[in-house]
């Protein structure tokens, strides 16, 4: 089912009460702070501090008001080789790495994984074929719909819990341009009351893009007069409806790269019999099962001038610790600006203007929360956003955990 709806129908002499809600991805309050965007319409206006990490983290985490820790999720990937869904690829290490780690094999293993082994539509082969046995992927679901994210209830689940008819929209069954004209249907055509939009394409154009802001003006442009349109209609539907555009996290511009994989490699040792590292763009993750390894390489990692090592202490104050380790046991993450030359996620042929994941106290990092009136409770953090959204829809607070 693409569309999804819950709840009774509304009678004939309930006044529809209607609340839109627009996730876009990857606007940052550095983009908006100096821009006209729908400013007449959203009068409240602030920036919000992210998690730490990517959309994997982020979005979770406003859909259920708890940090990573406590949801269970952050990064794609994570160690756990007793539960590996990719065990049945052990066999390819008895094959020479130029034969199974290229991107054939990655394909096949993509498509193997969503349509064999229940890996969800939007799973991609980033680690190499032959290390896959040792990781488990986090969003085996779809996020977007109840039961969702596996270690807390999200707005999704609440809405049903509350008997709210509602309808969300995401990249999994559409573009952002047929998200915008069925939202707007919708809002004429149906009964429902609460509406999840999420835009995810400014992403890729903020990444390309971020410097040239006359084409950023006109992307954000272009987004402008469609969600106006969808605004304006909500608010006839509904005068008093709570209307909000918000983000996940921001994006900085890049100014340096560098090829950390290629140190690293240089130490001479050998994955998986001494240790395994997943690298993403701005952060590498890694695991270590020789003590010799972990010294020599967390050596290295400490001698680089354009990232650091997080300690235990930070990652349990950013709300991304996990005593087991499976997200790993050593966090190096890049100073804002800096990206890594490759990683497991993009060759060093993709040169991107903008990039995020870093750390939240970064400016670039801090994404946009715009209503059409301020929220009866304080926002601090992207967790406020579901506070904000069960208000909203006109349920009672839930018990989060502290």
């Given at each position: 089912?693409?569309?999804?709806?819950?709840?009774?129908?509304?009678s004939?002499?309930?006044?529809?009460?209607?609340?839109?809600?627009?996730?876009?991805?990857?606007?940052?309050?550095?983009?908006?702070?100096?821009q006209?965007?729908?400013?007449?319409?959203?009068?409240?206006?602030?920036?919000?501090?992210?998690?730490?990490?990517?959309?994997?983290?982020?979005?979770?985490?406003?859909?259920?008001?708890?940090?990573?820790?406590?949801?269970?999720?952050?990064?794609?990937?994570?160690?756990?080789?007793?539960?590996?869904?990719?065990?049945?690829?052990?066999?390819?290490?008895?094959?020479?790495?130029?034969?199974?780690?290229?991107?054939?094999?990655?394909?096949l293993?993509?498509?193997?994984?969503?349509h064999?082994?229940?890996?969800?539509?939007?799973?991609e082969?980033?680690?190499?074929?032959?290390?896959?046995?040792?990781?488990?992927?986090?969003?085996?679901?779809?996020?977007?719909?109840?039961?969702?994210?596996?270690?807390a209830?999200?707005?999704?689940?609440?809405?049903?819990?509350g008997?709210?008819p509602y309808?969300?929209?995401?990249?999994?069954?559409?573009?952002?341009?047929?998200?915008?004209?069925?939202?707007?249907?919708?809002?004429?055509?149906?009964?429902?009351?609460?509406?999840?939009?999420?835009?995810?394409?400014?992403?890729?154009?903020?990444?390309?893009?971020?410097?040239?802001?006359?084409?950023?003006?006109?992307?954000?442009?272009?987004?402008?007069?469609?969600?106006?349109r969808?605004?304006?209609?909500t608010?006839?539907?509904?005068?008093?409806?709570?209307?909000?555009?918000?983000?996940?996290?921001g994006?900085?511009?890049?100014?340096?790269?560098?090829?950390?994989?290629?140190?690293?490699?240089?130490?001479?040792?050998?994955?998986?019999?001494?240790?395994?590292?997943?690298?993403?763009?701005?952060?590498?993750?890694?695991?270590?099962?020789?003590?010799?390894?972990?010294?020599?390489?967390?050596?290295?990692?400490?001698?680089?001038?354009?990232?650091?090592?997080?300690?235990?202490?930070?990652?349990?104050?950013?709300g991304?610790?996990?005593?087991?380790r499976?997200?790993?046991?050593?966090?190096?993450?890049?100073?804002?600006?800096?990206?890594?030359?490759?990683s497991?996620?993009?060759?060093?042929?993709?040169?991107?203007?903008?990039?995020?994941?870093?750390?939240?106290?970064?400016?670039?990092?801090?994404?946009?929360?715009?209503?059409?009136r301020?929220?009866?409770?304080?926002?601090?953090?992207?967790?406020?956003?579901?506070?904000?959204?069960?208000?909203?829809?006109?349920?009672?607070?839930?018990?989060?955990?502290?």
């Open positions: 089912m693409t569309t999804v709806m819950n709840g009774t129908a509304l004939g002499t309930r006044n529809r009460r209607v609340s839109l809600c627009v996730l876009i991805d990857a606007l940052g309050w550095k983009i908006l702070e100096d006209q965007f729908l400013n007449d319409m959203l009068l409240f206006r602030q920036p919000l501090r992210t998690v730490l990490g990517f959309s994997s983290g982020a979005i979770p985490s406003l859909l259920t008001g708890q940090s990573p820790s406590q949801h269970g999720h952050w990064n794609l990937f994570y160690f756990d080789p007793v539960k590996s869904p990719f065990a049945w690829l052990r066999w390819l290490r008895h094959f020479p790495n130029s034969l199974v780690n290229h991107r054939v094999s990655q394909k293993i993509k498509e193997a994984g969503r064999f082994f229940h890996m969800g539509p939007q799973f082969c980033y680690v190499k074929p032959t290390l896959m046995p040792y990781f488990n992927w986090v969003e085996r679901r779809c996020i977007y719909e109840p039961a969702g994210i596996s270690g209830p999200s707005i999704f689940d609440r809405l049903v819990d008997g709210i309808r969300v929209y995401s990249y999994h069954h559409w573009n952002d341009k047929e998200i915008l004209e069925l939202a707007q249907n919708d809002l004429e055509h149906s009964s429902a009351e609460f509406f999840f939009v999420y835009l995810c394409e400014l992403d890729a154009e903020l990444h390309t893009f971020w410097a040239h802001p006359e084409r950023l003006r006109s992307v954000l442009a272009q987004y402008e007069t469609k969600l106006r969808l605004c304006e209609t608010l006839r539907l509904d005068p008093n409806a709570s209307i909000a555009i918000f983000s996940d996290h994006m900085a511009p890049v100014t340096d790269r560098h090829d950390l994989m290629k140190e690293v490699d240089a130490l001479g040792w050998k994955m998986p019999d001494d240790y395994l590292v997943v690298y993403d763009s701005t952060m590498a993750r890694l695991w270590f099962f020789n003590e010799e390894a972990r010294i020599s390489i967390n050596a290295c990692l400490r001698s680089q001038t354009y990232g650091r090592i997080l300690s235990d202490a930070e990652l349990q104050e950013l991304v610790y996990f005593p087991d499976h997200y790993g046991e050593t966090i190096f993450l890049l100073n804002s600006g800096c990206m890594f030359y490759r497991d996620f993009h060759s060093g042929n993709w040169l991107p203007t903008g990039m995020h994941g870093y750390h939240p106290n970064d400016p670039y990092s801090d994404a946009v929360f715009l209503s059409n301020p929220p009866v409770s304080p926002l601090n953090t992207i967790r406020d956003i579901y506070d904000y959204m069960e208000r909203s829809a006109g349920l009672p607070a839930a018990q989060l955990v502290p």
